[in-house]
Structure formats: structure tokens, C-alpha cells
């Protein structure tokens, strides 16, 4: 069974977020801070609850349609009672009647509990800033498109991730070609030399991510990689409060193919890095045996930013941790075919002249 | 009276630029010197003719020298101070070439100034050189002297021709280099609005330990050797530079020396 929670002041009841700025929990009332795991051992009898102590409303209690009641779940604000619209997956996410922020519990439990979280470190205020320096020094985008651009929506989500620990075992062969030249009478002797060049070793990867929410583009999400995974922390459900966070629906299988494609090529590439000193290296033929175990289950730090322009859609993403920024821009076509003949105008010109200036000398 | 002395003056001037050119050729030397007598009195005329016509079209001296003796001097020192105690060249850098040929050591000689060192490199000098040995060593002094004339012609006119700004090339350069900038700049300028793509490695993520050798082979296989012949130039222009020299008098010469 799914059950609601919100984090509760332990001093005066107030509605808890997390502060990423400071990495604790705050009270929006009287300001109290609290550590995750301070706040654990106050407010532990509040995982001890039943789910029969918070109330709760199964799909079929309201007036959805089969096929829309499908996936989706409702739960009551303890808070202010309004009926909070979940998915399948949510597993925190705030009232859109009080705005307290709530985590479902039953989301984060047994198999489904991940093993770490890598709190945010940046706030909305700097995905703010971040959205407005993506749209500098951009010649090809349009003038209005930074004035104009609306940002419809921008949410903190904690990012369900598979992360792998993979173990390589790699080799490869490659042909590589040395050439000497010299003269001699009227003849130019170039001697060739090939070379049979093997190389093979041993790599290991830590935590190569994958993604475990169908929602996200996985594009996406690799755009802002990496993360620095020295800040993880052990699963707490506190640093959840006041952001959105999923379950994963997408299982570790699945994620397979992608880990171990991305890792071969390292590999590969690794051992061609080691190979120096020839005037060409031809890469014949590569064997890479990958061996990992069971991938950790962890959820990372994403600013999603949805804004809009001209009746189209546009989606950005921040890394919550090192704000890594991407999001692909429209281009302004006329700019474009201005600055293509100011160039060939320019430097055309100037190569001719020159050209024309030299040769007449 | 004013009216009168400019009537005068007009006259005069119109004498003078009259008679301008039957002075200066007349002053000039000859452009060819037979002090060997290997000529007829007609070949001379000839090869006078031709030298002057040649000399006109481009505007320096060519001359033929032939002789018994350089008198004890090296050949291209006495063809250089004959060139140049003896009134040759034009304009103010000397333009000239000069062949001397002299009958004592069988030398053949070129001595070339002003733009006839920047016309005739050394290449060129020694085409020409042996372009006149099979002439000269058959004692065909004529041959060799109409020979030297008309290939001073051809690799005048053809090395003139070379240096002509080519405007039409040089458009047609800086369009296709304009537009490979453009294309290029331009491709930098959209990759600028494109930061979503997906990531082929996993290079972030390698332990700090890295890559642990285990296999290190490079093994020697086989060598090839390919020999190709270096072209000799067959085309209308030889290239490479011209060396130079200083003449007793001063000057630059370039020039070179050989036998026949």
C-alpha cells in the first residue's frame, strides 16, 4: 500500500523543504534547520505509521474512466485534505492546492527504495539564471526568442537511476605504418613500415548511469552527465521534500545493452590511446568481456525547465549538481544566410585581393 | 614674336624626337660581336636584326659575343666586364643577357643582368647552354646564335606570360575559399544552438586506477620500398632561382659557365 508523507516541523509542525543552498531540511514557518538524519530519529514514529493512519483514496473511488484510471492514483493533503493526482511512478511531488510538499512512501520502499541520493546542490533561482546565460553568445538564435520565450514550468526532479559498476577485460590489434623518404640519383625511395600492434588490459568503470524513468528522454539526461558521486548520500526520504521524484519504470535489464555499448567503446579507445609513434594506426580487430553485478539504485539532482515560443515547445535540463546546462535552441535561418554571404563576401574578397596583390608584385 | 619662338620650339622638339631614335642606335652597340670572324656579313645583318627585334619586344639587351680569348680572365668575369664596360643594358637596372662564346677553351658563357637575371634563372641558363652545345661543337656558330635568339623570345614571352595576374583565377580562388569559410563558420555558429546529444563513452566514469596494461606487443611485420622517378620539368618554364654574383664594376650578374 501507498502511503502520503510530509515533512513536518518537529518544533512547531511547519511544512519542511529541502534547502539545497545549505543541505538541510527548513522550516518555512519558524526557520528551524534539520539534518536528513536528525529529522529521522524526531519524527521516526512517522514511518512506523500505518497506512490506514493517513487517509487515502484508491482510483476506483472516483470518477475516472477505466482506461484513464490506469496508472493513476490519488491521495488526500494532510495538510489542507485536497486530492492530490499522482501517476504510477510519483514518488514525491507537492499539493497543487497548499503547495506542501509530499513524498509517497510506498514508491520508496522494499525493492523500490533506492540505495543512494545526491541532493541538490543548486536552487530554482540559479536554474533561473542558468536558462537566461544558455541563450547568450548564440549568433544564429533568434533576436526575440531570450524576450519572448515564456517559461511555462520549471520543477526540481529526482531522477531514478541504474548505475553500474562494470569491470572490462579488452583487446585489440591494430596495423600501423612508419614511411622513411630519400633520393638518390633521380629516383625518390619511400620505405614503408608495417607493424603488427597488440595491446590488451584491464578497466574498470564506476556507476556508468542509465536512466530508469520512461518520461525522460534519455538524450536528455546524458547531455548533463556527469555527476560527481563523491556527494552521494544514503537514501533518506527527507531530501525528497519539496521536489518531484520518480520511481523507476524502466527495469535494469533494459538498461543493459545501452551500459555496456558506452563502456566497450571506452575500452576500445582506451587501449587505442596507448598506441603512439606511427605515421598511421589502423584498428583491426577489438574483443572487450564486460563483467558487472547488480546495478545500485539511486536518484539524481535534474532542473527540467519547459518554456515555450512561437506555439513550440522547448525543454531544458540542468544537472542539480554541477549545472551543467543543455537544451537545443531554434535557429534563425535569415541570420544565418546574412552571416554565410558576409563571409564569403569578406574572406572571399580578401583572398582575391590578396591573391591579386601578390602576384602583381 | 612669342608666336615665332614657340613655332621654334615645336620645330625643334619635333627634329629632335625625329631623330631621336637614329642617335640612340647608333650610340648603341652592337648587338652582335664577332671578333672570331665566324659570321658572314650577311648572318650578321640577319642576327642583328633578330637580337634588336627581340631586344625592342621586351626591353633589354641580348647580345652574342663570340672570340678567340678571355685573355687570362675567367669566362664569366670577362663576359660580365664586357657586358658591362661596353654600354649594355637598358633602363635603369642594366636588363641584359649576354653569351659569349669563346673559341680558345670552348666556353660558353652567360651573363645575364637587371631583369635578364630575374627572366633567365639558373635552370633556364643551363637549357640554354645545352640547347647550343650540339650547334657549337659542329662549329654551327650561326645555328647556335639564331638558336639563342628565338628560345630567348620563346622563354621571354612564356615567363612574361606566368606573371600576369590571373584575376579570373584568383575570383574563382577566393569565392570557393569564401565559401568554405562561410560553410564552415557557419556550421560552428549552429552547433552553438545544439547541446542535447547522446553520449557514446563512458569515459567520465573510468576508476581513477585507468587502463591496466597487460598485453604490449608492436611487432615488426614487413617493409616495402617505392621508388618513383623525379621529373625533370618538360614544361615552357624551368623553375627555381637565379645565383648571383658581383662584377669588378659593381653590379649584380647572374650567369653561368660551361664547354662545348
Known amino acids: 500500500m501507498d502511503e502520503l508523507i510530509e515533512y513536518k516541523c518537529a518544533k512547531c509542525g511547519g511544512t519542511l523543504i529541502f534547502d539545497s543552498n545549505i543541505q ?119 533576436k526575440v526568442f531570450s524576450s519572448e520565450n515564456h517559461l511555462d514550468e520549471i520543477k526540481g526532479v529526482y531522477v531514478p537511476y541504474w548505475l553500474y559498476d562494470v569491470d572490462s577485460d579488452a583487446s585489440s590489434t591494430f596495423k600501423c605504418t612508419n614511411s622513411t623518404s630519400w633520393t638518390s640519383g633521380d629516383y625518390r625511395y619511400t620505405e614503408t613500415k608495417t607493424y603488427n600492434v597488440a595491446r590488451a588490459g584491464n578497466m574498470q568503470f564506476i556507476g556508468i548511469p542509465a536512466d530508469g524513468s520512461k518520461k525522460m528522454d534519455d538524450t536528455l539526461m546524458e547531455s548533463i552527465e556527469p555527476y560527481d558521486y563523491s556527494a552521494f548520500e544514503k537514501f533518506n526520504a527527507a531530501y525528497l521534500a519539496g521536489f518531484l521524484a520518480d520511481k523507476y519504470d524502466v527495469p535494469k535489464e533494459d538498461c543493459a545493452e545501452r551500459i555496456e555499448s558506452r563502456a566497450k567503446r571506452s575500452a576500445v579507445d582506451a587501449l587505442r590511446r596507448t598506441v603512439s609513434g606511427y605515421a598511421s594506426v589502423t584498428p583491426q580487430d577489438s574483443t572487450v568481456n564486460l563483467k558487472y553485478d547488480e546495478p545500485k539504485y539511486g536518484l539524481l539532482p535534474v532542473w527540467l525547465l519547459h518554456t515555450s515560443w512561437n506555439g513550440e515547445h522547448y525543454l531544458f535540463a540542468m544537472n542539480g549538481q554541477t549545472g551543467k546546462f543543455v537544451g537545443d535552441l531554434p535557429i534563425d535561418k535569415k541570420r544565418y544566410w546574412m552571416y554565410f554571404v558576409r563571409n564569403l563576401l569578406i574572406v572571399g574578397g580578401i583572398v582575391a585581393g590578396a591573391l591579386s596583390l601578390i602576384m602583381s608584385l | 614674336m612669342i608666336r615665332s619662338l ?233 623553375g627555381g632561382g637565379s645565383s648571383t654574383h658581383v662584377s669588378s664594376s659593381g653590379r649584380t650578374h647572374g650567369g653561368r659557365s660551361g664547354h662545348f
Open chain 2, 6 to 238: 614657340l613655332i621654334a620650339f615645336a620645330a625643334l622638339l619635333l627634329i629632335s624626337s625625329f631623330l631621336a631614335p637614329f642617335v640612340s642606335a647608333d650610340d648603341h652597340p652592337a648587338l652582335v660581336v664577332d671578333e672570331s670572324d665566324k659570321l658572314t656579313g650577311e648572318q650578321e645583318r640577319v642576327l642583328e636584326a633578330k637580337l634588336k627585334e627581340v631586344s625592342d619586344k621586351y626591353d633589354l639587351d641580348i647580345v652574342v659575343l663570340i672570340n678567340d680569348s678571355t685573355g687570362g680572365k675567367l669566362p664569366t668575369e670577362f663576359a660580365d666586364d664586357y657586358y658591362d664596360e661596353n654600354g649594355y643594358g637598358r633602363n635603369a637596372g642594366y636588363d641584359g643577357i649576354l653569351l659569349l662564346v669563346s673559341l680558345e677553351n670552348r666556353d660558353i658563357t652567360t651573363s645575364t643582368c637587371g631583369k635578364g637575371i630575374e627572366y633567365f634563372n639558373d635552370s633556364e641558363l643551363q637549357y640554354i647552354e645545352e640547347l647550343l652545345v650540339p650547334y657549337l661543337s659542329g662549329e654551327d656558330y650561326y645555328g647556335a646564335f639564331t638558336a639563342f635568339a628565338n628560345e630567348c623570345d620563346r622563354h621571354i614571352e612564356s615567363y612574361l606570360e606566368s606573371q600576369k595576374p590571373k584575376y579570373g583565377l584568383y575570383a574563382v580562388i577566393g569565392i570557393v575559399a569564401g565559401l568554405i569559410f562561410a560553410a564552415v563558420k557557419g556550421s560552428g555558429y549552429k552547433k552553438e544552438l545544439v547541446s542535447v546529444y547522446s553520449k557514446g563513452d563512458a569515459d567520465d566514469y573510468i576508476a581513477p586506477a585507468g587502463l591496466a596494461l597487460s598485453v604490449k606487443d608492436d611487432i615488426f611485420a614487413f617493409s616495402n620500398v617505392a621508388k618513383t622517378i623525379i621529373s625533370s620539368s618538360s614544361s615552357s618554364s624551368r
Open chain 1, 24 to 142: 538541510k531540511l527548513r522550516c518555512e514557518f519558524c526557520g528551524s534547520l534539520f539534518t536528513a538524519e536528525e529529522l529521522k530519529a524526531l519524527q521516526n514514529e512517522l514511518y512506523e505509521k500505518t497506512p490506514e493512519d493517513y487517509k487515502r483514496t484508491e482510483t476506483e473511488n472516483i470518477f475516472w474512466s477505466e482506461q484513464e484510471a490506469q496508472g493513476i492514483f490519488s491521495y488526500i493533503c494532510e495538510s489542507c485534505g485536497g486530492e492530490i493526482i499522482g501517476e504510477e511512478t510519483t514518488a514525491a511531488t507537492s499539493c497543487p492546492f497548499c503547495g506542501n510538499p509530499v513524498v509517497m512512501k510506498g514508491n520508496l520502499s522494499g525493492e523500490l527504495r533506492p540505495q543512494f541520493v545526491l541532493p541538490f546542490k543548486l536552487d530554482k533561482a540559479e536554474a533561473k539564471k542558468a536558462l537566461k546565460e544558455h541563450f547568450k553568445n548564440k549568433k544564429l538564435l533568434p
